[in-house]
């Protein structure tokens, strides 16, 4: 089956600080990837959407300036959280879809943490 | 507006079958998802209805009426691993997953 990868798996950030996170599509070309953000026993949110070469598309109430995505290849977007406070700490989610197949791989999240 | 309703929370019994229900109403349709999530990981597919029915897959099954808006994921023999959350989710007219809060499932010995 198709496998998405996350990295890192958890991290702790210093307030103000940048923080980057990897969703990569290990054995399929993603043409399109999701980014989600999840509160302890809260239902997934959808942030953006990001098709390769072309800007993210985001959900309303995000920041853009704030969560950049970045969707350079088939196989790779980043989300890096900028200057991070302890209200962005949630678990972070991607998935990724590819070609007439339209269901969503998910990636093993990413715990941020901020302090 | 595009919505899904599920119930938040449900609890069975070790064996026994329990049945959890989504009703939806989006712009279109082109698919009906079900994922199993445990706590602190990522979503996991579970089910994929796009006509009418039944669609079985060893103890997990999946039904779809469209005309309804209506969708269940039957468990039977339940296991204390299925303990987790169901997300349904609807594909909608561009093709976008439009998700349900989820159902929390709690298994009792």
């Known amino acids: 089956g198709a496998v998405v990868s996350q990295h890192p798996s958890r991290v702790i950030c210093k307030s103000g600080t940048s923080v980057k996170i990897e969703c990569r599509s290990l054995?399929?070309?993603?043409?399109?990837m999701f980014w989600y953000r999840q509160f302890p026993k809260k239902s997934l949110m959808l942030m953006a959407t990001?098709?390769?070469?072309?800007?993210?598309?985001?959900e309303q109430g995000v920041e853009k300036d704030k969560f950049l995505i970045n969707h350079a290849s088939l196989t790779l977007s980043t989300l890096t959280v900028t200057s991070a406070h302890p209200e962005d700490s949630s678990f972070y989610i991607c998935?990724?879809?590819?070609?007439?197949?339209?269901?969503?791989?998910f990636g093993p999240g990413t715990r941020l943490t901020v302090t | 507006g595009q919505n899904i309703d599920q119930p938040t929370e449900m609890t069975a019994t070790e064996g026994a079958i329990v049945q959890i229900n989504c009703t939806y109403q989006?712009?279109?349709?082109?698919?009906l998802f079900w994922y199993q999530q445990h706590a602190g990981e990522a979503p996991t597919f579970l089910s994929y209805?796009?006509l009418d029915g039944l669609e079985e897959k060893g103890r997990f099954s999946s039904f779809l009426s469209r005309s309804k808006g209506y969708s269940y994921l039957l468990l039977k023999e339940l296991q204390m691993k299925d303990s987790a959350s169901y997300l349904c989710?609807?594909?909608?007219?561009?093709?976008?997953?439009?998700w349900g809060a989820g159902t929390k499932l709690i298994i009792k010995p």
């Open positions: 209805n796009v």
């Open positions: 989006t712009s279109g349709f082109n698919g």
């Open positions: 998935s990724a879809r590819g070609g007439k197949d339209y269901e969503q791989y």
């Open positions: 054995d399929f070309q993603a043409t399109t």
């Open positions: 990001s098709n390769e070469g072309s800007k993210a598309t985001y």
């Open positions: 989710a609807v594909l909608d007219s561009n093709y976008q997953l439009i």
